[in-house]
């Protein structure tokens, strides 16, 4: 069983800097990929970032490109968001997730990881 517990959240001003973390409580650095997703206020759950095993490969959602960063040290069983030039938009509880051979193409599929954190708030106030 993969637990996941995030940190980092909390409340900001609009342009400040965060960074998530989410440990896992087992080895995931074997063919792991690993997701960020977020949940805003009275909305679904939606994709944001996602990093293949190895870290060859990483993808954003568009409303993040070019203001998040997702990377991983497998040493630590670890995975990070750094978010930057945050927005209020941004403002939603943040999940990390996890499973295993995860396909490239489906890395942004919440339906495709079954192992879940139980989130951490981002408010971001304007």
């Known amino acids: 069983q993969v637990q996941l517990v995030e940190s980092g959240g909390g409340l900001v001003q609009a342009g400040a800097s965060l960074r998530l973390s989410c440990v896992a409580s087992v080895r995931i650095f074997t063919n792991y990929a690993l997701g960020w997703f977020r949940q805003p206020p009275g909305k679904e759950r939606e994709f944001v970032a996602a990093i293949n095993w190895n870290a060859v490969l990483t993808y954003y959602a568009d409303s993040v490109k070019g203001r998040f960063t997702i990377s991983r040290d497998n040493a630590r069983n670890t995975v990070y968001l750094q978010m930057s030039s945050l927005k209020p938009e941004d403002t939603a509880v943040y999940y990390c997730?996890?499973?295993?051979?995860?396909?490239?193409?489906?890395?942004?599929?919440?339906?495709?990881?079954?192992?879940w954190g139980q989130g951490t708030q981002v408010t971001v106030s304007s």
């Open positions: 997730a996890a499973d295993a051979w995860v396909v490239a193409d489906k890395m942004n599929r919440s339906d495709e990881y079954r192992h």
